[in-house]
């Protein structure tokens, strides 16, 4: 069975007290610099072309720019005080698009919006982003994303699925987003990993 999103607003929950709303905190996802999280660049490109990397699609309720806080199996819940200043979707896209340019992988990275016709194309799915507190006493985050490699003039894709759950200090937004953080750093190092197996012409 499917499971069901229930997402509400935890607003009376948290500040049903008050008159005074709380400014809202929006925070952006950041990866640690290519010299310090990638593995040593090879001088000779792995891809033979230019990739394309797609703005990542995401299931409705992950478009959400508030953060999701899991608290059951079939609770989820949206912060309206604390979120992303960008949808988190696009946030992945842009650092996948600069942790790729950066790795040597590829001949070519084009940048977002180019109109040039690439080699190779990276889309994909951010499948899941919330801060899990099923648990109270050990808050986690888990971040998943799915990838799908391909070239231009064959159908097949490559597909790459990976799930990065994170332990934080507590389920504060700031905290969250440093699990976030970390969690995507190890995605897009298992990325580079992954596409080191595909096998070129």
Known sequence: ??????????????????STKPPRKDFLLSTLPASQSS??????????????V??????????STSLIYRE??????????????APPAQQ???????????????TAVLPAGSSLMPNWRLEGELQK???????PAQPRV???????????????????????????????????VIGFNRALNTILLQLESSLLTVNTP
């Open 1 to 18: 069975m499917k499971t069901i999103l229930t997402l509400c607003c935890i607003s009376v929950l948290l500040f049903g007290c008050s």
């Open 39 to 52: 593995p040593a660049r090879s001088a000779t490109p792995h891809f033979n072309g230019s990739l394309q």
């Open 54 to 63: 797609q703005d990542l699609r995401a299931p409705l309720p992950y478009r």
């Open 72 to 85: 059951s199996a079939q609770r989820f819940v949206l912060d309206p005080y604390n979120g992303f200043l």
């Open 92 to 106: 992945v896209s842009d650092l996948s698009r600069e942790a790729l340019a950066a790795s040597g992988l590829f």
């Open 129 to 135: 982003i919330y801060v899990d507190v099923t648990n």
């Open 142 to 176: 888990t971040l998943s994303v799915r990838y799908a490699l391909s070239q231009i003039e064959h159908n097949t894709p490559r597909i790459f699925e990976f799930t990065q759950t994170e332990a934080i200090v507590d389920a504060s937004p700031e905290q969250a």
